[in-house]
């Protein structure tokens, strides 16, 4: 169900602020990890900056590969998002969160990272290696080469939920309590 995006529409994949599910692969190797902190950057080429703490395993998956991809769940999914938030790829020894959970993916179109089904949107991301702020700051930037997202809910470069109430957006506030995306209003 998902269509490829315009790049230069991808920075309103998440211009609203989504919690996302960042998840990358490297030599054999996979992970999915929640995050909350995630913002558009620049328009072209699109650039993203997203927060990954040092102990994240997703994050030394990350920077081994040079690629991740942002998937931008929804309502249907705030249990997953808990899941993969609250444990780590590291202490699953003979499996990773993927097959652990039953999360069923599909292919990227121009990196290696599995995207999650069942998101509304993914943005398939090359790191911009900048050594000091991912040490310093734990931030990271990159370009988009790739966005899809569920035309059931983005079309034309716009969001439109209504009548779609389980594919909306969560917002991770705190302590497993999540916002809804709410309706839309025109100035």
């Known amino acids: 169900m998902s269509y ?15 919690t996302i599910l960042i998840s990358a692969r490297h030599n054999g190797k996979q992970n999915i990890m929640a995050a909350a902190w995630a913002c558009a950057l ?6 993203i900056t997203v927060v990954i703490d040092k102990s994240a395993y997703t994050r030394e998956l990350i920077e081994a590969a040079g690629t991740f991809a942002i998937n931008v769940p ?7 998002v808990r899941k993969v938030g609250t444990t780590s790829g590291r202490d699953l020894l003979d499996t990773d969160k993927f ?7 599909f292919s990227a179109t ?3 990272a599995p995207l ?3 998101c509304v949107a993914w943005l398939e991301c090359k790191l911009i290696p900048e050594p000091h702020n991912q040490n310093t700051y734990d931030l990271f930037i ?3 080469v790739a966005a899809h997202a569920d035309e059931r809910v983005f079309s034309d470069g ?20 999540f916002f809804i995306t709410g309706a839309a209003i025109q100035a």
């Open 99 to 105: 097959a652990q959970y039953g999360l069923e993916t």
């Open 74 to 80: 929804c309502v249907a999914q705030v249990d997953i």
């Open 42 to 47: 620049d328009f072209d080429p699109p650039k």
């Open 4 to 18: 490829p995006i315009d790049l230069s529409k991808a920075y309103r994949l998440l211009n609203h602020g989504p």
């Open 142 to 144: 990159a370009e988009v």
């Open 110 to 112: 121009e990196i290696d």
């Open 116 to 118: 999650l089904k069942g």
């Open 158 to 177: 716009h969001w439109h939920f209504e009548g779609h109430d389980e594919l909306r957006t969560i917002h991770h506030i705190a302590g497993g309590a």
